[in-house]
T-cell receptor, first 116, second 109 residues
């Protein structure tokens, strides 16, 4: 099956620092990658959609200057949380959409960010 | 109106019973549907996808799609405590994925 990896799985940082999260599709080329965040006991919230080589499309209310997304290749997307604050502490999950016939979205294992 | 709606639950069933999870969607042109399972503190994991009207079976799981009524369901036979999780329904409409808020399932030993 399709595998999506995320790194790091867990990160703790001080307020004001920037954190980069990598998302990779390991055995397929992803036409599109998605970034979500999820607070405890809450549903997934789509932050942005990114296509390789083009600018990400951000959902309403998501600050594009704070959450920088780079989709450098068909297998790699990165999310950088700039000048992180405690309210940015959350579970960040990426997913990749396979361009194959099944056209399915596969999720990475997630990154738990804690900002002190 | 939300694109995809699910009963948030919680849904409790005894071990060995059939768990029935339901989902409705609002856009008739939605073409593909997915069920994901999410354990607490983990990311969603794909269980099944379904594209055509009718039933699709995979082990203890059966997905059912009724496009005329715009609903998708997931049946879990012989429910096990390890099936306790939140189940997310998703619909693909054009190039957009829409997720429901999830149904929490607890299987009681």
């Amino acid at each position: 099956g399709a595998v999506v990896s995320q790194h790091p799985s867990r990160v703790i940082c001080k307020s004001g620092t920037s954190v980069k999260i990598e998302c990779r599709s390991l055995d397929f080329q992803a036409t599109t990658m998605f970034w979500y965040r999820q607070f405890p006991k809450k549903s997934l919230m789509l932050m942005a959609t990114s296509n390789e080589g083009s600018k990400a499309t951000y959902e309403q209310g998501v600050e594009k200057d704070k959450f920088l997304i780079n989709h450098a290749s068909l297998t790699l997307s990165t999310l950088t949380v700039t000048s992180a604050h405690p309210e940015d502490s959350s579970f960040y999950i990426c997913s990749a959409r396979s361009g194959l016939a099944s056209d399915t979205q596969y999720f990475g294992p997630g990154t738990r960010l804690t900002v002190l | 109106q939300k694109e995809v709606e699910q009963n948030s639950g919680p849904l409790s069933v005894p071990e060995g019973a059939i768990a029935s999870l339901n989902c409705t969607y609002s856009d008739r042109v939605s073409q593909s549907f997915f069920w994901y399972r999410q354990y607490s503190g983990k990311s969603p994991e794909l269980i099944m996808s379904i594209y055509s009207n009718g039933d699709k079976e995979d082990g203890r799981f059966t997905a059912q799609l009724n496009k005329a009524s715009q609903y998708v369901s997931l049946l879990i036979r012989d429910s096990q405590p390890s099936d306790s999780a939140t189940y997310l329904c998703a619909a693909l409409t054009g190039n957009q994925f829409y997720f429901g808020t999830g149904t929490s399932l607890t299987v009681i030993p």
